[in-house]
């Protein structure tokens, strides 16, 4: 697909978020740990599977995501890359940053986890990239490295 085709699919944006390189079938993982459900207000258009590169692209409409927000997509998709519009142009554009902890975001795997009972912990992880990302639980020490997605809180 020619890069004309892929703008006709998804209209230039006037101000807002970019999120490209997401990795294929992540979009709608990238718009809960945004927060963005089917009760948001803003503009968002999804893109999947992009036909020749196998990624997917996001953009959210008269909204500017901060750096806290944006590094949590790289839990999912450590490639992705995030472009502000402002009037039509680029004005900054960066890869997310994979943090070093992440806590409140990601719940345990295990059951008996003391974050995952009636004590008012909030789960805590430390995270590692080697091939993949794994997130390891700081309070039991049980590490999620797949489907991390399926454990967002
Ligand atoms: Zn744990």
């Not at 953009?59 to 519009?85: G, Q």
């Not at 004005?91 to 008012?120: F, W, Y």
Request: glycine share 4%; hydrophobic share 40%.
């Amino acid at each position: 697909m020619k890069q004309e085709e892929i703008g006709l699919r998804v209209r230039r944006i006037k101000h807002g978020t970019v999120i490209d390189h997401i990795a294929a079938g992540q979009a709608l993982n990238v718009l809960r740990i945004l927060g963005i459900t089917d009760r948001s207000n803003e503009v968002v258009s999804v893109v999947m599977n992009v036909s020749d590169r196998k990624k997917d692209i996001v953009k959210i409409e008269d909204r500017e995501l901060k750096p806290e927000e944006v590094d949590k997509i790289a839990l999912i998709s450590p490639d992705a890359t995030i472009n502000i519009i402002r009037d039509y142009e680029v004005v900054a554009k960066h890869r997310v940053i994979l943090p070093s902890q992440i806590e409140g975001v990601v719940r345990c795997m295990n059951p008996n986890c003391i974050t995952n009972t009636d004590e008012p912990v909030r789960p805590r992880f430390v995270i590692h990239r080697n091939d993949a990302v794994e997130l390891h639980c700081v309070y039991c020490g049980r590490v999620i490295s797949e489907r991390i997605a399926d454990f967002l809180i």
